[in-house]
């Protein structure tokens, strides 16, 4: 199959998706969106300064198990920091006009929920730089997943939701004897 289709949560205007677009252009427009794409690119930049001078030179001075544990640990954070600045980037292309509202409500652009679950805390001896370079980018990772559930997630109430006006007129119908003037 060679052409495009949409997922079947995204479909065509008058439906549920329509809430989801205005949802993500209010907030590409927000000063939310500027406060957290200048907090996270600015953790993104002074994490990169980091891992590039002070931090090479902390990981040179720490054992051989305690340099390893440095490795994964800037990598798990790098990584983090990308998924950050990628969703980031998605919602500042909306802002811009380059990526339409609803191609940003696409699966591929969301975020996955941060695997606490089995991770092991960092070795006490790792540069108290790094940990708390980690620290904050798990911090906002957590805020922005959670801003994207509510835009992409929560915004979309479920097909079968019941209509709550229309539940209280029939509600009131069945009381009162009247005719429902729902069809």
Request: charged share 25%; net charge negative.
């Amino acid at each position: 199959m060679t052409e495009e289709t949409s997922p079947p949560d995204l479909a065509p205007s008058g439906t549920a998706v329509d809430g989801r677009v205005a949802v993500v252009t209010d907030f590409a427009a927000s000063d939310l969106y500027d406060r957290t794409f200048r907090e996270g690119m600015e953790l993104v930049e002074e994490t990169a300064a980091y891992l590039d001078g002070e931090g090479r030179r902390d990981s040179k001075l720490l054992s051989r198990s305690s340099a390893l544990a440095y490795a994964g640990e800037s990598m798990r954070l790098t990584t983090r920091l990308m998924q950050i600045a990628s969703w980031l980037l998605v919602q500042r292309a909306v802002r811009e006009g380059d990526m339409a509202a609803s191609a940003a409500c696409e699966a591929r652009y969301r975020l996955a929920a941060r695997k606490v679950e089995g991770e092991t805390p960092p070795p006490a001896d790792l540069p108290i730089a790094l940990v708390e370079y980690a620290v904050r980018a798990e911090k906002l990772y957590d805020r922005i997943h959670y801003l994207d559930r509510r835009m992409y997630v929560d915004a979309t109430p479920p097909a079968d939701t019941p209509n709550p006006v229309q539940s209280q007129f029939d509600r009131l119908s069945a009381a009162f004897g009247a005719p429902n003037n729902s069809n």
